[in-house]
């Protein structure tokens, strides 16, 4: 019996498999292809406290072995979310965790208020609920808020601090690449009482279009993601992982087995798949049994053996 | 996995890809194309040309690294398709208008076929493509290259009027209906968009369209929207 499974904070992932904010919307359209309570774990597209119309223009633009995106947060707000997405999330057998972004702190504040309350009215009448939140402190994508509060630690540990004081709930917080210090940065929401850390968001990047003369983005600049930042990532989790003893949520370009497993060796508990949700809509299914024939074939029996041994 | 039955080059950079394989489809629907593996990152939306017995067909313009890998595909080869996806043209009754510009045309021959007694307006910039297979399904066929073809187009002589093309023949369509709405006709306009897609199925918000009601999705909600729900804003 291979063991693929994993903890943090008290939340069961049945394996290391989650896949990533913004990729995967509320795993609805997912579920239409394949069954997605197979995976580990769900981080639902990002939420703000009120809803985001996103950025006007080209939201998309392809790059060698990786993908410029400016979506810039587009989403119905976290009580449409709360409303009409978790009823779904309740039939699902898989970690739900809900991606929380903010334009200012009381936003971020409010948005886990209300992310709490609704977690505590659901468990007192015996109903699924949220199981984690993850602080994004780290969209590129986003004019106010977003990656200003993931670059500098004291901006960022401001917020940490905040959403910590307004939720008990398990907590993540996503870093950014972009980060001054990355690993500095995830020994502070260790030491704000942060459950876990995730690593990397998009890395800012840019394109122009040279025959307009311009960036192809209205924003100038855009994250990127895919294969392409994989070296980056992991280099990150490692050096992360050394420095902090809550776990690490590594991701950042992963298509095989192989990667996941590079990222477990690095030193992540769990794993986030984002862009290849896009290169394959049934990313989740093929990555599960790829796992489990990799480990089956490297005399893996459990993921643990192979933690962090890099 | 689907199997390639024919790609005919039809002209400059127009390609006719006939496939075996696939789950058949509606008017407008589109599938997502991959024949390659990890690069390009991204797989290409096309649109059904018509479902055929055993698949289906598309009709597509060369613009880029991965239209350019499906121009080079030969019989026998094998691609992914994941569809039919997206919200298509209705079924209509009445008297239809299918207006096609470029590669636009595309979705359109599937409708010709479903709604057979359809005026067909057939645009092109420089040459055109496909004319002599719409022929047989119109009622009356239109062919302009180097104009305007929405110029032939007596918007209040139809009950519906379904339009694919470049962006600016969209608006330009959308404005053609504001003005005749007011002669007090109503035809009721669909316009299919194009727009960059990274997942196809409604997850990733790279599609959002501009409506009077919010953001909506061009591959879930659309690529088919009703004239006056879109708001253009360039």
């Given at each position: 019996?291979?063991?693929?499974?994993?903890?943090?904070?008290?939340?069961?992932?049945?394996?290391?498999?989650?896949?990533?904010?913004?990729?995967?919307?509320?795993?609805?359209?997912?579920?239409?292809?394949?069954?997605?309570?197979?995976?580990?774990?769900?981080?639902?597209?990002?939420?703000?406290?009120?809803?985001?119309?996103?950025?006007?223009?080209?939201?998309?633009?392809?790059t060698?072995?990786?993908?410029?995106?400016?979506?810039?947060?587009?989403?119905?707000?976290?009580?449409?979310?709360?409303?009409?997405?978790?009823?779904?999330?309740?039939?699902?057998?898989?970690?739900?965790?809900?991606n929380?972004?903010?334009?200012?702190?009381p936003?971020y504040?409010?948005?886990?208020?209300?992310?709490?309350?609704?977690?505590?009215?659901?468990?007192?009448?015996?109903?699924?609920?949220?199981?984690m939140?993850?602080?994004?402190?780290?969209?590129?994508?986003?004019?106010?808020?977003?990656?200003?509060?993931?670059?500098?630690?004291?901006?960022?540990?401001d917020v940490?601090?905040?959403?910590?004081?307004?939720?008990?709930?398990?907590?993540?917080?996503?870093?950014?690449?972009?980060?001054?210090?990355?690993?500095?940065?995830?020994?502070?929401?260790?030491?704000?009482?942060?459950?876990a850390?995730?690593?990397?968001?998009?890395?800012?990047?840019?394109?122009i279009?040279?025959?307009?003369?311009?960036?192809v983005?209205?924003?100038?600049?855009?994250?990127?993601?895919?294969?392409?930042?994989?070296?980056?990532?992991?280099?990150?989790v490692?050096q992360v992982?050394?420095?902090?003893?809550?776990?690490?949520?590594?991701?950042?370009?992963?298509?095989?087995?192989?990667?996941?497993?590079?990222?477990?060796?690095?030193?992540?508990?769990?794993?986030?798949?984002?862009?290849?949700?896009f290169?394959?809509?049934?990313?989740?299914?093929?990555?599960?049994?790829e796992l489990?024939?990799?480990?089956?074939?490297?005399?893996?029996?459990?993921?643990?053996?192979?933690?962090?041994?890099? | 996995?689907?199997?390639?039955?024919?790609?005919e080059?039809?002209?400059?950079?127009?390609?006719?890809?006939?496939?075996?394989?696939?789950?058949?489809?509606a008017?407008?629907?589109?599938?997502?194309?991959?024949?390659?593996?990890?690069?390009?990152?991204?797989s290409?939306?096309?649109?059904?040309?018509?479902?055929?017995?055993?698949?289906?067909?598309?009709?597509y313009?060369?613009?880029?690294?991965?239209?350019?890998i499906?121009?080079?595909?030969?019989?026998?080869?094998?691609?992914?398709?994941?569809?039919?996806?997206?919200?298509?043209?209705?079924?209509?009754?009445?008297?239809?208008?299918?207006?096609?510009?470029?590669?636009?045309i595309a979705?359109?021959?599937?409708?010709?076929?479903?709604?057979?007694?359809?005026?067909?307006?057939?645009?092109?910039?420089?040459?055109?493509?496909?004319?002599d297979?719409?022929?047989?399904?119109?009622?009356?066929?239109?062919?302009?290259?180097?104009?305007?073809?929405?110029?032939?187009?007596?918007?209040?002589?139809?009950?519906?009027?379904?339009?694919?093309?470049?962006?600016?023949m969209?608006?330009?369509?959308?404005?053609?209906?504001?003005?005749?709405?007011t002669?007090?006709?109503?035809?009721?306009?669909?316009?299919?968009?194009?727009?960059?897609m990274?997942?196809?199925?409604?997850?990733?918000?790279?599609?959002?369209?501009?409506?009077?009601?919010?953001?909506?999705?061009?591959?879930?909600?659309g690529?088919?929207?009703?004239?006056?729900?879109?708001?253009?804003?360039?």
């Amino acid at each position: 019996m291979i063991k693929t499974s994993a903890t943090i904070a008290g939340v069961h992932f049945k394996n290391p498999i989650v896949m990533a904010s913004g990729t995967f919307g509320f795993g609805r359209e997912y579920g239409k292809l394949y069954d997605v309570s197979l995976l580990g774990g769900i981080s639902g597209k990002g939420l703000t406290l009120h809803a985001k119309a996103g950025n006007p223009g080209v939201r998309v633009y392809e790059t060698a072995s990786g993908m410029l995106n400016s979506v810039g947060l587009e989403n119905p707000g976290v009580e449409a979310f709360l409303a009409k997405e978790l009823p779904y999330w309740e039939t699902l057998d898989t970690a739900r965790i809900v991606n929380l972004g903010g334009n200012t702190l009381p936003d971020y504040v409010l948005g886990a208020e209300l992310i709490q309350r609704d977690a505590d009215a659901r468990l007192l009448t015996g109903k699924k609920a949220v199981d984690m939140i993850e602080l994004n402190i780290s969209c590129p994508n986003v004019k106010e808020g977003g990656i200003a509060f993931g670059v500098k630690t004291p901006a960022a540990r401001d917020v940490v601090r905040a959403v910590r004081a307004a939720t008990s709930l398990p907590l993540a917080v996503k870093l950014s690449p972009n980060a001054e210090d990355i690993a500095e940065m995830a020994e502070m929401c260790e030491a704000e009482g942060a459950d876990a850390v995730s690593l990397i968001n998009t890395i800012s990047g840019m394109k122009i279009d040279v025959r307009r003369r311009r960036s192809v983005f209205n924003n100038l600049y855009a994250g990127l993601s895919g294969p392409a930042i994989k070296p980056v990532a992991l280099r990150m989790v490692h050096q992360v992982a050394r420095r902090v003893t809550i776990p690490v949520i590594g991701m950042g370009g992963i298509t095989t087995a192989t990667d996941i497993i590079e990222f477990i060796m690095a030193g992540a508990t769990v794993i986030q798949v984002g862009t290849y949700n896009f290169m394959n809509l049934r990313a989740g299914s093929t990555l599960t049994e790829e796992l489990q024939q990799f480990m089956a074939e490297e005399n893996i029996s459990s993921l643990d053996e192979i933690r962090g041994i890099v | 996995m689907a199997t390639v039955i024919s790609n005919e080059r039809l002209g400059d950079g127009v390609y006719h890809l006939v496939v075996e394989g696939g789950n058949g489809g509606a008017m407008g629907q589109f599938y997502m194309l991959r024949a390659w593996g990890a690069y390009p990152l991204l797989s290409r939306p096309l649109s059904i040309h018509q479902v055929n017995d055993n698949g289906v067909d598309f009709l597509y313009h060369v613009v880029g690294e991965g239209t350019e890998i499906l121009a080079g595909l030969n019989p026998g080869d094998s691609l992914e398709l994941e569809g039919p996806f997206g919200t298509g043209f209705p079924k209509v009754e009445g008297k239809v208008a299918l207006v096609g510009g470029g590669i636009g045309i595309a979705p359109l021959y599937y409708c010709a076929q479903e709604l057979p007694d359809s005026d067909i307006y057939l645009g092109f910039s420089r040459e055109s493509f496909r004319t002599d297979a719409f022929r047989p399904l119109a009622a009356e066929l239109t062919v302009d290259v180097g104009g305007l073809i929405l110029d032939s187009v007596d918007f209040a002589a139809y009950d519906h009027i379904f339009v694919c093309g470049p962006h600016p023949m969209l608006k330009a369509a959308q404005l053609k209906r504001i003005a005749v709405e007011t002669s007090g006709k109503r035809p009721n306009v669909y316009l299919s968009l194009e727009n960059r897609m990274a997942c196809g199925i409604g997850a990733c918000l790279v599609c959002s369209v501009s409506c009077k009601d919010g953001q909506r999705k061009a591959c879930a909600d659309g690529p088919v929207f009703l004239a006056e729900e879109v708001l253009f804003h360039d």
